[in-house]
T-cell receptor
Framework: NAGVTQTPKFRVLKTGQSMTLLCAQD?????MYWYRQDPGMGLRLIHY???????AKGEVPDGYNVSRLKKQNFLLGLESAAPSQTSVYFC?????????????FGPGTRLTVL | TQLLEQSPQFLSIQEGENLTVYCNSS?????LQWYRQEPGEGPVLLVT?????EVKKLKRLTFQFGDARKDSSLHITAAQPGDTGLYLC??????????FGGGTRLMVKP
């Protein structure tokens, strides 16, 4: 099992450019999450999904969109990148029937917006 | 918005020393998780504590959940260089989301 995978691992964008980050999981998990990690701020939730075709806003959703067309994939889009979106992005998944929402994380995507 | 504060933010110690990391909140959580993250990787779950006052041990790591389920601590005995990393606590309010603390970055020098 690959677990949770993310592509790309690194990306540099210019202000105003768009891009999509892809997250894939092979554990048949219902729940998937997108976080951003900035120094000293832990992980902040951007958007999440509780199942195929559903999405919901997290703590810091502005400037991002998501889609969950297939159960195993969760896409994060930046329509017009800004320097404030420079961060490390992590995808995670969890099993709906797990007792305590224990999450499995991907290796991250390091994004720099110039 | 629920907040989790971790202290200290940074800790640099010598191999063999003991240390404690704290995770505090004014909110009650149904459970609390501890993750460790190594450079260039995603967080990996270490333990989940559920009951107020619960103590769990994972080799040299001891985790405790406060009686009121608002705080937690991680104690490492005889730290080793392999313990180096970012330690994150995360509270579960029994909803669909976790609230993460800011993390404690630990460096253990040989």
């Amino acid at each position: 099992n690959a677990g949770v995978t993310q592509t790309p691992k690194f990306r540099v964008l210019k202000t105003g450019q768009s891009m999509t980050l892809l997250c894939a999981q092979d554990m048949n998990h219902e729940y998937m999450y997108w976080y951003r990690q900035d120094p000293g701020m832990g992980l902040r939730l951007i958007h999440y999904s509780v199942g195929e075709g559903t999405t919901a806003k997290g703590e810091v959703p502005d400037g991002y969109n998501v889609s969950r067309l297939k159960k195993q994939n969760f896409l994060l889009g930046l329509e017009s990148a800004a320097p404030s979106q420079t961060s490390v992005y992590f995808c995670a998944s969890s099993y709906q029937l797990a007792a305590y929402n224990e999450q499995f994380f991907g290796p991250g995507t390091r994004l720099t917006v110039l | 918005t629920q907040l989790l504060e971790q202290s200290p933010q940074f800790l640099s110690i010598q191999e063999g020393e003991n240390l404690t990391v704290y995770c505090n909140s004014s909110s009650v959580f149904s459970s609390l998780q501890w993750y460790r993250q190594e450079p260039g990787e995603g967080p990996v779950l270490l333990v989940t504590v559920v009951t107020g006052g619960e103590v769990k041990k994972l080799k040299r790591l001891t985790f405790q959940f406060g009686d009121a389920r608002k705080d937690s601590s991680l104690h490492i005995t005889a730290a080793q260089p392999g313990d180096t990393g970012l330690y994150l606590c995360a509270g579960d309010d029994a909803g669909n989301m976790l609230t993460f603390g800011g993390g404690t970055r630990l460096m253990v020098k040989p």
